[in-house]
């Protein structure tokens, strides 16, 4: 019985080992949010500092877990006294909740470059499960390294009073937030 447990403990290890990691690469990558602002203007921002990686065993991605976290004090809307007003305990509380996290939970296959992408989304101290939108832009080779890359496109929507983001009504800012972030990725 002994035999049978270390077997199965060596087997599984090796199966493991199979799975491949992916870095992002931050110079050729972007995470990004979009709200509406008393209905009738769009802002746009975007996280400066942030990491990501993706595990994968198979060469169509139909099994990759994908990891990110960014920094909230890295915020940027292109005006200085809404990043700052963003940072603070009303909105993202950049001082309690220095990052925001997402793991994936499972991916399903549409079609040859096209994903569902589930995950735990956890921003201000609240975990929820999220659904977005993937899309493999393509695939090729880094003409440097000579190691394989990848693109990839993150779409999707999320509400942020979920996440006890801002109290002001939607007439102000909108409660759904979209959500794009666009991410090149070199394998190991």
């Known amino acids: 019985m002994k035999k049978i447990a270390i077997l ?18 931050k110079s050729h990558s972007k995470i990004g949010f979009t709200v509406t602002h008393l209905l009738i203007s769009e802002v746009d921002g975007n996280f400066k500092k942030f990491d990501a990686t993706i595990t994968s065993s198979k060469d169509d991605f139909s099994d990759a877990v994908f990891d990110l976290t960014a920094d909230i004090s890295s915020i940027s809307t292109d005006n200085e006294m809404r990043d700052g007003h963003l940072k ?3 909105m993202f509380d950049a001082e309690k909740f220095p990052t925001f996290t997402f793991k994936s939970t499972s991916i399903k296959k549409i079609d040859a470059k096209k994903f569902k992408l589930d995950g735990n989304l956890t921003l201000k101290g609240v975990t929820k499960p999220v659904s977005f939108d993937l899309t493999l832009s393509g695939i090729g080779k880094n003409m440097r390294t000579q190691k394989p890359i990848a693109g990839f496109k993150l779409t999707g929507t999320i509400k942020r009073t979920d996440f006890g983001v801002g109290g002001m009504p939607d007439s102000v800012v909108s409660e759904n937030i979209e959500v794009r972030a666009v991410g090149e990725f070199g394998k190991e």
């Open 88 to 90: 603070k305990p009303d």
């Open 8 to 25: 199965s403990l060596v087997m599984l290890a090796s199966l493991s080992s199979f799975a491949q990691k992916w870095n992002v690469d």
